[in-house]
């Protein structure tokens, strides 16, 4: 799940991959990141926060604010645990019996570092916090299920880009009213080599029993990646 391959002009890759590398990282907060404050100001702007997928780090999606409304604050995380070969991840993926999960002690701490960061950032950045989506790819979309799964009250909405649901994450989740009320945006590609679209949509169906309403959107022939089609469509949910 190294670097993601984005279907778009290439002008508009070529702006963004510009503005990224005169961003500045940042320090200071729970997780270091990349931040691009909205161009329209507000007193209290919506906020984004951007989890990227494993082996990539904080400037793979941040190249995707372009895209998004002018007035809203977006800020791209970086995840805390290095790779030898460069890149980071949110945790060790594990494999027991052909059941796919995370390494528990990684995830748990990735959430609590997840959650602590968007209240910090929400603070120091006066967004609003009843405007605040959480969005992943891959590692960084199932981070988003797990957070907003499970601290429903710190968002508005989590975007779901090629990720699913490990089972050790539904004994953790509680039916609430602030459960009931998050929006969930899904995507995934029928030819996902990396997440299966079976997997995705079967997470997307368990949703459902929750008495949630997930958006989800199927990709015909779109592998572990981010089209312009999803981009497009994750942009129009948001709106």
Known sequence: MKKIF???FLAIITAANTFAQEAMLQAGLALKYLVQMPTEKSAHPPLIVLLHGYGSDEK????LRTLFPKNYLFVSARAPYPLPGGGYEWYEMTDANGVHDGNAAQLANSKTLVEKFIKQVTSAYHADPAQVYLMGFSQGAIMSYRVGLTAPSLLKGIGVLSGTIYPSLKPM?????ALKQLKIFVAHGTADERISFADGKASS???KTLGLNPEFHSYLQMGH????????DLVKWLK
């Open 225 to 232: 990646t981010i089209s312009r089609d999803v981009l497009s």
């Open 205 to 207: 169906d368990y949703l």
């Open 60 to 63: 793979d999606l941040f190249a």
């Open 173 to 177: 989740v509680k039916k609430s009213p």
């Open 6 to 8: 984005l279907v778009l």
